[in-house]
């Protein structure tokens, strides 16, 4: 037999970014991509504001491999 059973793993870890790089991380999602310049920049505005009050900045999802970043 060629192929064998597929085996599912998923690897979670926290990733820290800078404000800025968070932000290069949201530009390049299709549903921020496709808001007009306006609404994208805007709420990219907002999301800088929200991190600059956390206490410390992180992925907050589970990664189901290695990162692209």
């Given amino acids: 037999m060629l192929l064998s059973r597929t085996v599912f ?3 979670e870890r926290d990733l820290t970014y800078t404000t800025a790089e ?3 991380v949201l ?3 299709s549903g921020h991509r496709a808001l007009l310049e306006a609404a994208r920049s805007g709420l990219l505005a ?3 504001g929200l991190i600059g009050q ?3 900045e992180r992925k907050l999802w ?3 491999g290695p990162s692209p970043w």
């Fill in 9 to 11: 793993r998923r690897y």
């Fill in 22 to 24: 968070y932000l290069d």
């Fill in 27 to 29: 530009r390049i999602h």
């Fill in 46 to 48: 907002c999301v800088a």
């Fill in 54 to 56: 956390a206490v410390r």
């Fill in 62 to 64: 589970p990664s189901s």
